[in-house]
């Protein structure tokens, strides 16, 4: 701060003491009253935000431990964006890069937060269901399956979608848990918990470029190495048709398009 100008030296001690009043001494000639309208403002809105981004978080944290938890955020995480609806996703970056953990941490902690981040950053996701030159009645084996850009497939270690306060579970499952966040032509949020197969068709189709339906599953039944791939192209057209139910595909496009 040395050779700064005045102002923005106090503007520095001002904002240092609000984000951190414990450790930062507020400006000497300001009554400490009418610093505890700003501490209080700025931190509360923070908080109040946090908590209604990550309600499950917030639910199976003590009123101590999620005060502690959003206190380092707020005086410790240099933000990069002014907007609202991005501390979120800086309190998320905070969580994997920043903050050191605890001894009374939850081991899915981040994998909690993220799957909440990802509610929301698909209700407010900019991108919108382009229908021109889609067939919602279109067929799903031999024409291309359309996926909507509001779709978002995750693996996560620990099944977050069944966490609450009831349910905390102390180590890993076994096996991965596939979950979708998407949002559908009304903008309605909706999850679905997948399998295995489901989640390898997402993939194909988000990086598809030419393939049909009819293709893609009997690319599935190959990596598989299934004895009989008519029974996973049977399977896959219900599951393509449940996501097509969904939004989660649009319809189809055909080869030549």
Request: glycine share 4%; charged share 25%.
């Given at each position: ?41 700025f931190y509360n809105n923070v908080e109040s935000f946090l908590s209604g981004a990550f309600p499950v978080l917030r639910s199976i ?43 009374n941490d939850h081991p899915f902690l981040y994998e909690l937060a993220h799957y909440e981040w ?140």
């Open positions: 701060m040395a050779g700064q100008p005045e102002y923005i030296r106090r503007q520095y001690e001002f904002a240092a003491h609000i984000r951190d009043p414990e450790h930062r001494p507020a400006p000497a000639d300001v009554e400490d009253r009418r610093m505890a309208i700003y501490r209080e403002l944290h003590t009123d101590t431990d999620w005060h502690a938890v959003v206190r380092a955020f707020f005086s410790s995480h240099l933000s990069h964006s002014p907007l609202f609806l991005e501390i979120p996703r800086e309190f998320l970056n905070w969580l994997r890069e920043e903050r050191e953990p605890q001894a990802v509610e929301l950053a698909v209700s407010i996701a900019e991108e919108s269901i382009d229908r021109n030159g889609v067939d919602p009645a279109g067929d799903l084996l031999e024409a291309l399956p359309v996926l909507s850009p509001l779709v978002w497939h995750m693996a996560y270690t620990y099944p977050v979608h069944k966490i609450g306060p009831g349910y905390l579970p102390d180590a890993a499952a076994g096996q991965p848990t596939h979950l979708v966040v998407y949002r559908n032509r009304d903008d309605e949020v909706g999850f679905m918990e997948i399998n295995p197969v489901t989640k390898r068709l997402l993939e194909l189709l988000e990086a598809n470029s030419g393939a049909t339906g009819r293709t893609l599953l009997q690319q599935i039944a190959t990596e598989m190495s299934h004895p009989q791939p008519e029974v996973v192209i049977r399977s896959g057209l219900d599951i393509l048709e449940n996501l097509r139910s969904r939004d989660i595909v649009q319809g189809t496009r055909s080869i030549a398009s």
